[in-house]
């Protein structure tokens, strides 16, 4: 019977929560990382094992840990545990992210613009996401702050920008959100191993179709009346972008306000937000089987970041967008002031597939028949970051 | 031998108790001392200074023989006492955020 893995970032360590296809009874484990704040934990499609997550301080900066057996055992890839140092330079550098320079790479800029309006040098912050390729369990993605995207080819013990992005010539437009300026999202599709969709907050989506060589901003049909020119090129807060991998091409978009989706590859968007009772939010994700099936969570506004009327409501439309039935069943309908993030929403590809979101409260949520109804796993974790879910034979 | 004592998370990390003992070959100094924490746990580069600026995490603060030494300059001699292993260096994680 297949199983079910899912991994939960929060702001004081990870945990692992598992069970069998009925996802009925779960083990929880963890906290793994005590104290720390798990941006991200995600795991390999070509190595199920294979575990990548983002450690962060305040204090002490940014870690890399890897598992390779499921969550069970971790290290910093390149300095295993229990492995004599050995003197001279260490072997790997796996929590180095340094912002290319070279002239090799062409140009990559050096500022942004900064909340004042003046120019600003970027700064490395923390790791927000972490995207396993699709078919090397080596090669992973990084999405940073400030905006920028890293790959490791090498399990994670060594990084290295992909510096077109911040070469692309629309940097010093860039701006920090309230959160930071994070690049927060990154899609692999998986038809077209030359194809990488990114979004960063504050200044859109951008798309390569070489790999990561150069990019595209994709923000066409976007419209944010917070910025100077509503219909810029850059400059929108994206929250979250998600993809149902059997149509890579459609791509639904969670923007700081509108619920928006595209049929081309991000080259034009246009608003779905139809009968929501508020369209700002951060997450959103598509059905497993059913692509025009997608999901998100309404929050009240960017000055009230929690769901409207005490409710917390899972809103679920079938038409690709525009019409939505609120999933209430099993969720707390009073009194309820809960917020969840960008990247705390998960769907596995059972049948009928699974649906998990994790809020700030610390409740883990999940669905087992498509957003039907809801169950908490666990009610009481510090405030859930992100959560991502694996299918296992 | 210089002893060292680490904040929680970074023995976590470095799979170590709370004080750890160190060989200084030279001058012993802010810098000379955290070369060789970062020589013997390569696990901690990046965690108390920056990986690219050697700048020292902004969150972090380090003391001997009762004294603030986190601006001095990374050249400066510590104390003999810890030179010579009667007190300890200690790198202390700032108490923030309520």
């Known amino acids: 019977m297949s199983k079910v893995r899912v991994l939960v970032g929060t702001r004081k360590g990870a945990f692992i929560l598992e069970s069998d296809g009925k996802r009925e009874k779960w083990k929880v484990s963890g906290p793994h990382f005590a104290g720390w704040e798990m941006y991200h934990i995600k795991g390999s499609p070509a190595d199920p094992n294979r575990l990548y997550a983002s450690q962060t301080s305040g204090w002490f900066g940014q870690i890399i840990q890897r598992s390779d057996d499921g969550g069970k055992t971790w290290h910093q890839p390149g300095t295993p545990p229990g492995e004599a140092p050995a003197p001279g330079p260490p072997k790997a550098a796996s929590n180095k992210f340094v912002y290319d320079a070279s002239p090799e790479s062409g140009k990559p800029l050096t500022t942004h613009q900064w909340y004042d309006g003046t120019q600003h040098p970027w700064e490395f912050k923390r790791v927000w996401h972490l995207e396993p390729s699709l078919t090397e369990p080596n090669t992973v993605y990084a999405g940073v702050e400030d905006a920028a995207i890293f790959r490791s080819t090498d399990g994670g013990e060594n990084w290295k920008e992909l510096p077109g992005l911040r070469g692309h010539g629309t940097g010093p437009k860039w701006q920090p959100g309230a959160g930071g300026m994070c690049l927060h999202t990154i899609i692999l599709d998986p038809t077209n191993p030359q194809r990488i969709y990114i979004a960063i907050s504050a200044a859109g989506a951008f798309r390569t179709d070489d790999c990561g060589r150069t990019w595209k901003p994709i923000n066409r049909g976007l419209r944010s009346q917070y910025i100077p020119d509503p219909n810029a090129e850059t400059g929108h807060c994206v929250h979250h972008i998600a993809m149902n991998p059997s149509r890579p091409g459609v791509l639904f978009m969670q923007k700081h306000w509108d619920v928006m989706r595209s049929d081309d590859a991000g080259d034009n968007w246009k608003e779905i937000s139809g009968n929501l009772p508020t369209d700002f939010g951060f997450v959103i994700d598509v059905h497993a089987h059913e692509p025009e099936t997608i999901y998100v969570v309404p929050i009240k506004s960017d000055s009230e970041h929690f769901v409207p009327d005490g409710k917390l409501r899972v809103f679920r439309s079938r038409t690709g967008g525009n019409e939505w039935e609120a999933l209430t069943k099993g969720l707390p309908q009073s009194d309820c002031y809960v917020n969840v993030l960008r990247d705390a929403m998960a769907i596995d590809s059972l049948d009928k597939c699974g649906v998990y979101f994790g809020t700030s409260g610390g409740q883990v949520y999940a669905s087992a028949d498509a957003g039907d109804s809801w169950n908490p796993i666990v009610r009481d974790l510090p405030g859930v970051l992100s959560v991502e879910v694996q299918t296992l034979p | ?98």
């Open chain 2, 1 to 98: 031998m210089i002893r060292v004592i680490l904040p929680q998370h970074l023995r976590t990390l470095a799979h170590v108790g709370s004080e750890v003992q160190v060989e200084v070959g030279g001058p012993v100094t802010l810098r000379s001392v955290l070369d060789a924490i970062e020589a013997r746990y390569p696990m901690l580069r990046g965690t108390i200074r920056d990986h690219v600026t050697q700048q020292r995490r902004p969150f972090l603060r380090f003391f001997a023989c009762e004294e603030d030494l986190s601006h001095e300059s990374p050249d400066t001699p510590l104390p003999d006492a810890v030179a010579s292993g009667k007190e300890p260096f200690l790198i202390i994680g700032a108490i923030a955020g309520g």
